[in-house]
């Protein structure tokens, strides 16, 4: 504007003015875009009202009064669209204002979870033994050591009943008596062998799949919690060959039709005799667990008449056999909970 301006030209520069900056407010996101306008508009020393401002001393005497007026106006119009958007942007409506939203777009899909891999084995499992005629037993994770140990033949000093080998649990009554608590996280799932056979009379035939504790290091192939598949089958006349045939129509049906089976000669407590497990599987012998003919005195510390039946009983190792069939090498990675691991199975 020349240096004498007529109130038509400063009347349009503050309409002008009052217009855009209505629009830049109105636009306002964020912090930024906030003090970016309100600089533009309302800054002291440049802003576009200020140098608006500038030209009322060139408008004349007689019109000012009116100049002035509109000015005042256009002032407060821009001061507030800049309060609006302040207080727009606080409550966060400013954000909620963004684009509309397109209803008829499809939306995020659902995560779905899945089971995990050992449960995936468990279940297999006992599809596979439930075919033979195995029925799924369950017992308690935590155990006493009747059932743990000394119903299993088992003596009071045992190695296996180390406190260096087990999680005992301190109850509060032996704490206080000053005595080992006696109950224990169970270590395998032999205990479930008594509990069945302490509730039935033979014929027993019968797996149970279950946590098992041992204080382990963990590393690829131990973790302190893991799973056992305990087979257990009294009858009369059950000789070893039952048990092999059973091992090996197992072996056939869970990891293939050419895997073989090897026992060798080993020693439980509670089977007499005992063996090591181990399935020929790709090109190598590897161990999956113990098995045996149930030990008389067991038999006998359950009430059953050692004369009149025999059984065999056997416990693999879930986690190795779910490892072997799925090609995982670390067993940790079943139990870190990273998902990028499990969405595999
Ligand atoms: N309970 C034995 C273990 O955990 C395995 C086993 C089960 C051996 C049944 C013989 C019979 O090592």
């Known amino acids: 504007m020349p240096a004498t301006t007529s109130l038509n030209d400063f009347l349009a520069a503050l309409d002008g003015l009052a217009e855009r900056g209505a629009a830049a407010f109105a636009e306002v996101r964020d912090a930024e875009t906030l003090e970016a306008a309100r600089v533009e508009f309302l800054g002291a020393k440049s802003g576009a009202l200020r140098d608006v401002q500038k030209h009322l001393g060139g408008i004349d005497k007689a019109d000012k009064p009116a100049a002035g007026k509109r000015l005042n106006e256009v002032k407060q119009l821009l001061q507030a669209g800049f309060d609006a958007a302040a207080a727009a942007l606080k409550s966060g409506e ?6 509309v939203p397109d209803p008829t777009l499809p939306g995020t899909p659902l995560e779905l979870g899945h089971i995990h891999p050992i449960t995936q084995t468990i279940e297999h ?34 190695p296996a009943r180390d406190p260096l080998d087990n999680f005992y649990l301190a109850t509060a009554a032996a704490q206080s008596a000053g005595e080992e608590g ?5 270590s395998q799932t032999s205990t479930v062998q008594i509990r069945v056979m302490e509730a039935r009379q033979p014929p027993v035939r019968v797996i149970s799949l279950g946590r098992v504790y041992r204080p382990d290091a963990p590393d ?27 091992l090996r129509v197992f072996a056939n049906n869970y990891l293939g039709e050419d895997v073989r089976i090897r026992f060798r000669p080993s020693f439980f407590p509670f089977t007499e005799p005992s063996v090591e497990v181990d399935f020929w599987w790709n090109d190598a012998w590897i161990e999956f667990g113990g098995a045996g003919m ?13 004369e009149q039946v025999t059984g065999f009983a056997f416990g693999l190792g879930v986690e190795r056999l779910c490892m072997r069939r799925h090609g995982i090498t670390d067993i940790r990675d079943l139990y870190s909970g990273d998902m990028r691991f499990l969405a595999q199975f």
């Open 125 to 158: 499992l006992k599809e596979i033994m439930g075919r033979m005629g195995f029925e799924a037993a369950e017992g308690p994770e935590v155990e006493d050591p009747w059932h743990n140990f000394v119903a299993l033949n088992i003596p009071e000093d045992h």
């Open 94 to 99: 400013a954000v909620a204002t963004g684009p």
């Open 220 to 246: 690829a192939t131990h973790y302190p919690m893991f799973h056992q598949m305990e087979g257990l089958l009294v009858d009369r006349g059950i000789t070893m060959a039952n048990l092999k045939t059973v």
């Open 294 to 306: 149930v030990d008389p005195a067991v038999l006998e510390s359950v009430g059953y008449d050692p």
């Open 182 to 186: 006696g109950l224990l996280l169970r």
